[in-house]
């Protein structure tokens, strides 16, 4: 049986490569998985159980009993989220629990045509052989303006400059971690979105995808 298309994208925060994802993944029809989500959702877990999300035990517990169903919750998407997703995502055995449920879900997306993840580590631990791999960035400032934005639309209190300090702080998180560090795979496109907005950074990102799985 011929395996389903496998599009990975990684990056950093607010590097554009959600909304990349997204886009991709629906004008395909294929199925999108948001990895962040699921760390999102062990890190809230943990906070929910009254225990700090840098406590391995307390993360590994949280991960093994997590349920994807409750991915669209909100909560996932707050300023808190991001910061509880990248202490629990350094401890190995959190990224153990949750491997399989990414696998199953490149290899068997739910509308049987073609997946889309965007993590941290697709192309280079969960899915090595995708058939096409991007690596999504962009400059630290102009990532902290737009999710500075998109969280003050949520009525975040945090100002630009904390903003920065979380995504300077979580980029060094996970691109230094020993287990599955945030990195471009030797065989991804690097495509930089510093200067780019959202439409010119899709139709980049497209024409790549396109040139490769021939769609
Ligand atoms: O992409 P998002 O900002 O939602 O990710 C939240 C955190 O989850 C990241 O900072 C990272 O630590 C972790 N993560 C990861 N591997 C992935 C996706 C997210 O380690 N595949």
């Known amino acids: 049986m011929k395996r389903l298309p496998v599009i990975a994208i990684d990056g950093p925060a607010a590097s554009g490569k959600g909304t990349i994802a997204r886009r991709i993944a629906a004008t395909l029809g ?46 996932l998407r707050s300023d808190v989220a991001g910061p509880a997703a990248s202490k629990v995502a350094a401890v190995p055995a959190v990224r153990e629990a949750l491997l399989a449920f990414q696998r199953r879900f490149a290899l068997a997306p739910p509308g049987g045509r073609g997946a889309v993840l965007d993590g941290r580590d697709i192309g280079t631990v969960i899915c090595p052989d995708a058939d096409v791999k991007l690596y999504v960035t962009a400059t630290p400032e102009i990532r902290a303006r737009r999710r500075y934005l998109e969280l ?34 030797p065989d991804a496109h690097l495509l930089d979105t510093s200067d780019l907005d959202i439409e010119t950074a899709v139709a980049r990102a497209f024409s790549i995808v396109r040139a490769a799985i021939g769609t």
Not at 49 to 55: L, N, S, V
């Open 30 to 75: 294929f199925d999108h998985l948001d990895t962040g989500l699921l760390y999102r959702g062990v890190g809230m877990a943990v906070i929910a159980a009254g225990k700090d999300p840098a406590d391995a035990v307390a993360a590994t517990a949280a991960a093994q009993g997590f349920n994807p169903a409750s991915l669209d919750d909100p909560l």
């Open 152 to 185: 003050a639309s949520q009525g975040s209190p945090l100002s630009e400059t904390d903003v920065l300090a979380d995504i300077e702080a979580r980029d060094r998180r996970d691109m230094s971690r020993p287990v599955a560090p945030l990195g471009q795979a």
